[in-house]
T-cell receptor, first 113, second 114 residues
Framework: SAVISQKPSRDICQRGTSLTIQCQVD?????MFWYRQQPGQSLTLIAT?????????ESGFVIDKFPISRPNLTFSTLTVSNMSPEDSSIYLC??????????FGEGSRLTVL | TQLLEQSPQFLSIQEGENLTVYCNSS?????LQWYRQEPGEGPVLLVT?????EVKKLKRLTFQFGDARKDSSLHITAAQPGDTGLYLC??????????????FGKGTHLIIQP
């Protein structure tokens, strides 16, 4: 199993500002992902964080809005840029084990006023 | 794009009752996972099913994978308030799906009232 720590766990931000969420894993993992979970909704994959190269974004998500860093195999950041109230969500970091199981962080609950 | 339908979306029942949650696709899954998410937490894997007709039990939870591997169900016997949460199914296909290899259902919000 993998233990994933995310911070901040929650934040309240002003419209137009940016927030960076950190994800730390207790072991080296190849596959790391960022998800968004809007209020009362399921999980939507934002991007795959690739170590040493640019992240791979899913349809509907762009690097300018959600820049991602992955400097090594245990750490990644997701920035939510130029925030609007529509960005209010839970943002989740996850890693995939060799078994195919996904392990998730506790999530970062973002409220944009 | 592969589609995965989960039902019901919301379910509120009394403690001690039984319930079943369904997950369906028009395509054959290579595998299917069930996750449970409590408020303020990330999803936690409950089970992975791979073989058609497979049945797995986790205490009062019974997971079944359809013979044709296009559907799965989660049955909870004698539900307890601690079972309250969001139940998510996530399917993997031999082709398609997200980069994480999975497509998540919309989830079932389950409330067990004492």
């Amino acid at each position: 199993s993998a233990v994933i720590s995310q911070k901040p766990s929650r934040d309240i931000c002003q419209r137009g500002t940016s927030l960076t969420i950190q994800c730390q894993v207790d072991s080296q993992v190849t596959m790391m992902f960022w998800y968004r979970q809007q209020p009362g909704q399921s999980l939507t994959l934002i991007a795959t964080a690739n170590q040493g190269s640019e992240a791979t974004y899913e349809s509907g998500f762009v690097i300018d809005k959600f820049p991602i860093s992955r400097p090594n195999l245990t750490f990644s950041t997701l920035t939510v840029s130029n925030m609007s109230p529509e960005d209010s969500s839970i943002y989740l970091c996850s890693v995939r084990a060799d078994t195919g199981e996904l392990f998730f962080g506790e999530g970062s609950r973002l409220t944009v006023l | 794009t592969q589609l995965l339908e989960q039902s019901p979306q919301f379910l509120s029942i009394q403690e001690g009752e039984n319930l079943t949650v369904y997950c369906n696709s028009s395509s054959v899954f290579s595998s299917l996972q069930w996750y449970r998410q409590e408020p303020g937490e990330g999803p936690v894997l409950l089970v992975t099913v791979v073989t058609g007709g497979e049945v797995k039990k986790l205490k009062r939870l019974t997971f079944q994978f359809g013979d044709a591997r296009k559907d799965s169900s989660l049955h909870i016997t004698a539900a307890q308030p601690g079972d309250t949460g969001l139940y998510l199914c996530a399917g993997a296909w031999y082709s398609g799906g997200g980069a994480d290899g999975l497509t998540f259902g919309k989830g079932t919000h389950l409330i067990i009232q004492p």
